[in-house]
């Protein structure tokens, strides 16, 4: 079992940056492919990114492509998500996961954090 818990969410201005992080509970961090996802008023939670349990493979979302970058220090327990030239749409609750599942992949993970959220102002 892992813990998550989100923070680092907050308002922002369009073309802001921001810094996302997870911190999970337990010794098998290192055993969990971590994701992040969000969920837009009105909308469903969508993938945004993902990255491999040695940290050497990352996978994203194309609306973030080249904006948005994840990493993870398994010494600190922690999964980051830095956020750069950031628009109003994406604007949502922004949620950390955990995928028991050695894949990278953008659906089918297993625990959850509670979220944190993130508006970005026009």
């Known amino acids: 079992q892992v813990q998550l818990v989100e923070s680092g969410g907050g308002l922002v201005q369009a073309g802001d940056s921001l810094r996302l992080s997870c911190a999970a509970s337990?010794?098998?961090?290192?055993?969990?492919?971590l994701g992040w996802f969000r969920q837009a008023p009105g909308k469903e939670r969508e993938f945004v990114a993902a990255i491999s349990r040695s940290g050497g493979s990352t996978l994203f979302a194309d609306s973030v492509k080249g904006r948005f970058t994840i990493s993870r220090d398994n010494a600190e327990n922690t999964v980051y998500l830095q956020m750069n030239s950031l628009k109003p749409e994406d604007t949502a609750v922004y949620y950390c996961a955990a995928d028991s599942s050695p894949i990278l992949r953008i659906n089918g993970y297993d625990h959850w954090g509670q979220g944190t959220q993130v508006t970005v102002s026009s």
């Open positions: 337990g010794r098998t961090f290192s055993w969990y492919v």
